[in-house]
């Protein structure tokens, strides 16, 4: 046998967490939907409940298909444990709750997705704990707005719909002098493009309803971070507040994520085409996708990640009324919300997605109200480029 090398990322995004059923040989993960286990004797029982052995004793503390998923999604992200939840949202909640008390402080990115916009600016000042929202592009305005009682940093990178990217790294070494944990939402790179937690994040989370299940028929959220957190969250925030993920939904994201690198990397090379293609058009006022060489964080794209994923932001000339034009016209691409599906999706965040951001938050955040985002999916791409085109007029 050769040097023990580890397996690649393709390898480990198929076969991390399974194993054919000792019974029945079953290659393909079993869907166990049970929500109670028998024990073989009172005294094995009282053993899982104190968790002093292995074993599952009822869906809502943990489920054998989505113990599958919570291990694949570890794996890929570099980190110790994981959990499943009911939504990207339900993971947000997750990955910063645990972390917060009343009284609390938290500097967050701007151009996040709204509804993570919503829970900082909204409902947990509810709570007492107050959100700074920073311009993610200057790393040193994340240490600016630090105080005694910041507990938590919290990213999006590339940002929902922006794109902005931010320096991971740079923003992990000023959390670590202050003592201040760093949160990351990798849902639009995946960690076939990047893994936060190898950058200095302490948690990254996925919305996994987008590139980990990619056929856009499973909504389902997930965090990684260390054993000891992950304990925490799961007790807290899955066995008291109860936002657990349905096992089928999670053996839907599982048989997504075997064809993620596939998926992602053809995506992105997709994107890479259609962007030069607006890039180049004079129908188009501005294109951003940071693989473009336009692209104001290009250099930075290119240090931090592998690829550069495949959502694409531009206006059309002419703006919201030349935009919307456009919108009603594609016949290919989908008129939808969400990304990273297999089928391309056209959506306008300034009415659709952002659209509960107050105007002049979404502006200072780079959403404008012409701007058009485009999640590139994955039939042939001159497929993809003729409909811009005949779309664009
Ligand atoms: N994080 C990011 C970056 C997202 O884009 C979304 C949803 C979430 C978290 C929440 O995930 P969910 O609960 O929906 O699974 N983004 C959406 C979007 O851009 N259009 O529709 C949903």
Redesign the pocket.
Known sequence: MSEERAPGLSTRAIHVGESPDPITGALAPDLTMSTTYVFPSAEEGAAVFAGEKEGFAYTRYGNPTVAILERKVADLEGGEAGLATA??????FAATLPFLRTGDHVVACDG??S??YNLFSERYPALGIETTFVDGADSEAFERALRPDTRLIYL?TPG??TLKIIDIQAVARIARRAGVVVVA?N??ATPVFQRPLDLGADVVLH????YFCGHGDA???AVVGSADFIKRANREMIRIYGGILSPFNAWLIVRGIHTLTLRVERQARSAQMVAAFLDNDPRVEWVAYPGLRSFPQHELAKRQMRGYGSMVCFEVKGGVEAGRRMMNRVQLCSLA???GDVKSLI?HPASM?HRLVPPEQRLAAGITDGLVRLSVGCEDVEDIVADLDQALG
């Open positions: 939504s990207g949202m339900a993971a947000v996040v997705y509804g993570t999006e929902n719909p939402d849902t639009f919305s996994a309803t987008k909504i389902a959220g919300v969400s990304l959506t997605t």
